[in-house]
């Protein structure tokens, strides 16, 4: 993985370590987050991609080569 990226599970990640709890309250953002966006009147996040994640992105998908540095 590239160098900037973070290491968010790891090999320690197991069930003897999450709680029901945050599950819960994880589950219930997620819901209520789910349920804004459909049904929203309007998409309250913009349709737009920068054109540096729009580089990025090509580069990702091997539509370009990455520039030599």
């Known amino acids: 993985a590239p160098s900037n990226t973070a290491a968010i599970h790891n090999?320690?990640?197991?069930?003897?370590?999450?709680k029901g709890e945050q599950m819960v309250l994880?589950?219930?953002?997620?819901?209520?987050?789910?349920?804004?966006?459909?049904n929203a009147v309007?998409?309250?996040v913009t349709?737009?991609?920068?054109?540096n994640m729009k580089e990025k992105l090509d580069i990702y998908l091997c539509r370009k080569r990455a520039p030599k540095q």
């Open 26 to 38: 994880d589950t219930d953002f997620l819901i209520a987050f789910a349920e804004r966006m459909a």
């Open 47 to 51: 349709r737009e991609i920068p054109e």
């Open 11 to 18: 090999r320690y990640d197991t069930m003897a370590l999450m």
């Open 42 to 44: 309007r998409c309250p």
